[in-house]
């Protein structure tokens, strides 16, 4: 089972993408869902996880600005980010359950 990410790519400051994130195949989720995000030389860091019971999970850099939104049935996690701003620039990486996907480009300019 693969995860494919969709959504990103470049945009100014100020404006919104939506990241989405689906399995190839069926996925047994025991730990939930998630995003990562690793920004240009720095740490891989959380950005929002939400668990099988429902209990979402932000960075506080992005509380308010970014929705984590997930479709059990589907295997499916998206990520809708609004008032992005340039320290939000990175590769966005989605978890469904243990699996990782690759890895989608965001750039926000100034």
């Known amino acids: 089972v693969q995860l494919v990410e969709s959504g990103g790519g470049l945009v100014q400051a100020g404006e919104s993408l939506r990241l989405s994130c689906a399995a190839s195949g069926r996925v047994f989720v025991i730990n939930g869902m998630g995003w990562d995000r690793q920004a240009p030389g720095k740490q891989r860091e959380l950005v929002a996880t939400v668990t099988n019971g429902g209990a979402i999970n932000y960075a506080d850099s992005v509380k308010g600005r970014f929705t984590i939104s997930t479709d059990n049935s589907k295997n499916t996690v998206s990520l809708q980010m609004n008032s992005l701003k340039p320290e939000d620039t990175g590769v966005y990486y989605c978890?469904?359950?243990?699996?990782w996907g690759q890895g989608i480009q965001v750039t926000v300019s100034s």
């Open positions: 978890r469904i359950g243990v699996i």
